[in-house]
Nanobody, 121 residues
């Protein structure tokens, strides 16, 4: 089993910055793609950014130029640096990981419990 634990959320004023972290625990696997998603009240969960094991990144148009996703493969940890935050970035942020189980050559999909980001205008 893989556990994903997010941290770093909080309350920040518009224009401010936050850095989210997502740490994966467990053994017997490697993590392929990792991603950040968010869900605002009354809205569907949406993709924020993804990063492959090799470091290729992709971003939602709404966060391009403001957010930066990164990862440390040795620590099985992913980060999201969020700058120039806006009120519309307010949401619960979730970590996602696509894991390859080495023993079974099978992939599985895991989610963290979420961390709240609130941006006051």
């Amino acid at each position: 089993q893989v556990q994903l634990v997010e941290s770093g959320g909080g309350l920040v004023q518009a224009g401010g910055s936050l850095r989210l972290s997502c740490a994966a625990s467990g053994s017997g696997f490697i993590i392929n793609v990792m991603g950040w998603y968010r869900q605002a009240p009354g809205k569907q969960r949406e993709l924020v950014a993804t990063i492959t094991r090799g470091g290729t990144t992709a971003y939602a148009d709404s966060v391009k130029g403001r957010f930066t996703i990164s990862r440390d493969n040795a620590k099985n940890t992913m980060y999201l640096q969020m700058n120039s935050l806006k009120a519309e970035d307010t949401a619960e942020y979730y970590c996602n990981a696509v894991v390859l189980w080495l023993r079974f050559s099978r992939t599985s999909d895991y989610w963290g419990q979420g961390t709240q980001v609130t941006v006051s205008s």
